[in-house]
């Protein structure tokens, strides 16, 4: 059963995130179960969505995607203990033209290579999960 920590007892003990998760199918039930069917009030639905969706583009799920494109979204990183990059997350509702919207979860665990490189994975599974939305 997971432990859940504070943010602050995840950068005291690293070891505490390999204690404190969410696998990425578990990450893409919730968002689809707060987009389809919300446990909350549509007000505190929108507001939720609206927390999660910045003004322009990051460089994780939304970098490679259309500009005119708002991607609902929450990132995680932890910090860099010896070289290792534990987690470099990002979670989120990809709009879709057709008005649907793709959940979807990258999770970059344990990792040496840098913020960038592990970002610009996320950005490009992104872009491959939103171009294979499109085929039939």
């Known amino acids: 059963m997971p432990c859940f920590a504070s943010e602050g007892a995840l950068h005291r003990e690293p070891q505490a995130q390999y204690r404190n998760w969410i696998e990425p199918a578990g990450a893409v039930q919730l968002l689809r179960l707060l987009a389809d069917k919300p446990p909350i009030s549509i007000e505190h639905q929108k507001l939720l969505f609206g927390w999660m969706t910045p003004a322009r583009h990051t460089a994780r799920l939304d970098a490679n995607l259309p500009d005119d494109f708002l991607v609902a979204h929450k990132s995680g990183t932890s910090d860099v203990d010896a070289g290792l990059a534990q987690a470099t997350n990002d979670i989120g509702l990809i709009p879709l033209p057709d ?9 970059v665990t344990d990792s040496r290579a840098d913020q960038t490189i592990r970002e610009q994975i996320i950005a490009r599974i992104a872009k491959a999960a939103y171009d294979a939305s499109f085929k039939k």
């Open 99 to 107: 008005g649907r919207a793709l959940a979807i979860a990258v999770f």
